[in-house]
C-alpha cells in the first residue's frame, strides 16, 4: 500500500565474517523518523500528567502562544521572551525540537493594538517590523527549525496593506538573512477541508506561495493547520496531492486537532487524518494543537483526560504509533546477512550466540531504495 511504499525500506544488515552457526538476529526500532508533536504553552508544562505524557508519545513540540508578537511585545517597547525561553529550556531537557510559530499574523484581529496604532504611518510599520525580525532572530536563530513566517496569509492582509505586495517577500528574505538554517513556512487553515471556504482552496495556496517566490522568498515548507470536523480523506489526500505538485514542497500538518463530541467517534476522525498524513509523501510531520482535556482551543478534541488517562482518541494515537514501529527477528543467511523491511527510524539489532548478546544501534535513513548497512566487521 502507499504506507509501505513511502515510510519503510528493504534493509540488508551484513555482518563482516559471517554469523556463528545459530546466531539469531531481532531487530527492534526504537523511533519512527515520521514526527508527531505537539502544542505546549507555560500552564500545561507544569502539569506532571501532561509532561509525562508529552515527553513519553511526542517528537516535536511548537508553542500556543509564547512566541507570538503580541505576547513578547505586547506594548511597544516591551519585551519580553520569558515564557518562550522557559519552553525552550523545557524541550532541550526533553530533547524536543520546536516550531517557530509565528513571527507576524496577517490578520488584522490577531495583530496588537500598539502595531494598528502605527499600521498608518508606513515609515513606522516598517521599522516595527524591522526591528521584530531582528529581535525575534537576533536572540532565536539557530533554535527552531521551522519558522512561521506571516501566518495565516490566505484569510488577512494587515502588513500587505499597509506595506505594499511584496511586504511578505520581504519578511522571508529577512528572516532567510537572519535564520539561514531554519526552514521558513507559510500557514494557514481550511486548505485540507474541502470547499467550505473559498478563501482557502488548495488552489490559493499555490498561488500565494508562487507569488512569494516570485518575489524572492525562499519559501521552505508548507504548513496546513488541520483544525478539522468530520476529515474526509480523499479531500485531504487530493489537497496534497495538488500542493505537492504544484509547489515541491514539504507539508506539515501543524495544528492538528479534530473536533467531535464522542470519543470513539474522534477516535475514527483522528486516524483518518494520521492516516492520510502518513502515507503522502509530501508530508514530512504531523503537529497536534494540544491533546488534554481543559487544555485545549478547541473543544471535544482532547485525547487525555486531566488525570493523564487515555480515551478513545488517546488510545487509537498510540496504537498508530506502535503499528508504525517494525520489529523483525529471524536467523542470518549464508552469506552472514539478515534481511527486513522496515519504517524509517532509529534502530538496534541483537545478535544472539551461544557466547551472548551483542547489540548495536543503526538507522535506517527515509527512501524507498533498498539499503544495505554494516553492523560488524
Known amino acids: ?68 508578537w503580541s505576547w513578547t511585545e505586547p506594548r511597544r517597547g516591551q519585551l519580553s521572551y520569558a515564557g518562550a525561553d522557559r519552553l525552550l529550556d523545557f524541550c532541550d531537557r526533553a530533547g524536543k525540537p520546536a516550531r517557530g510559530h509565528c513571527i507576524f499574523w496577517a490578520v488584522d484581529g490577531d495583530v496588537q493594538q500598539w502595531v494598528r496604532d502605527v499600521g498608518g504611518d508606513r515609515g513606522q510599520l516598517a521599522a516595527a517590523v524591522g526591528a521584530r525580525l531582528g529581535g525575534l532572530l537576533g536572540r532565536y536563530a539557530g533554535r527552531f527549525p521551522h519558522l512561521d513566517v506571516n501566518n495565516e496569509m490566505l484569510h488577512g492582509r494587515f502588513f500587505r496593506d499597509r506595506l505594499g505586495d511584496g511586504a511578505a517577500a520581504r519578511m522571508f528574505g529577512e528572516a532567510a538573512r537572519l535564520d539561514p538554517a531554519a526552514a521558513l ?12 471556504d473559498p478563501r482557502a482552496t488548495p488552489e490559493k495556496y499555490v ?135 522496515g519504517f524509517h527510524g532509529t534502530y538496534v539489532a541483537q545478535v544472539a550466540t551461544t557466547a551472548g548478546k551483542v547489540l548495536k544501534a543503526f538507522t535506517v535513513d527515509k527512501g524507498d531504495a533498498g539499503t544495505r548497512l554494516s553492523c560488524w566487521t
Open 1 to 68: 500500500d502507499a504506507t509501505t511504499q513511502v515510510r519503510k525500506r528493504d534493509v540488508v544488515l551484513q555482518f563482516g565474517g559471517g554469523l556463528p552457526a545459530g546466531a539469531s538476529v531481532r531487530v527492534v526500532q526504537l523511533d519512527n523518523a515520521f514526527p508527531l508533536g505537539s502544542c505546549i504553552n507555560g500552564e500545561v508544562i507544569r502539569i506532571p500528567a501532561f509532561a509525562d505524557f508529552f515527553t513519553a508519545h511526542f517528537d516535536w513540540a511548537v508553542f500556543q502562544n509564547e512566541l507570538k
Open 185 to 196: 513556512f507559510v500557514n494557514d487553515y481550511n486548505v485540507e477541508c474541502g470547499g467550505g
Open 207 to 341: 498561488e500565494l506561495i508562487r507569488g512569494l517566490r516570485r518575489g524572492g522568498a525562499r519559501v521552505g515548507g508548507v504548513g496546513l493547520q488541520g483544525h478539522v470536523t468530520h476529515p474526509v480523506g480523499e479531500v485531504i489526500c487530493g489537497a496534497l496531492d495538488t500542493l505537492a505538485a504544484a509547489t515541491g514542497l514539504p507539508v506539515w500538518i501543524t495544528e492538528l486537532d479534530v473536533c467531535e463530541p464522542d470519543d470513539a467517534l474522534r477516535a475514527d476522525d483522528l486516524e483518518v487524518v494520521l492516516r492520510e498524513a502518513f502515507a503522502h509523501p509530501a508530508v514530512e510531520g504531523v503537529v497536534l494543537w494540544g491533546f488534554m482535556e481543559g487544555h485545549m482551543w478547541r473543544p471535544d478534541a482532547a485525547l487525555v483526560h486531566q488525570d493523564g488517562t487515555v480515551n478513545d482518541a488517546g488510545r487509537r494515537f498510540l496504537d498508530l504509533r506502535r503499528e508504525w514501529i517494525s520489529d523483525a527477528r529471524g536467523r542470518g543467511d549464508d552469506d552472514g546477512q539478515f534481511k527486513f523491511r
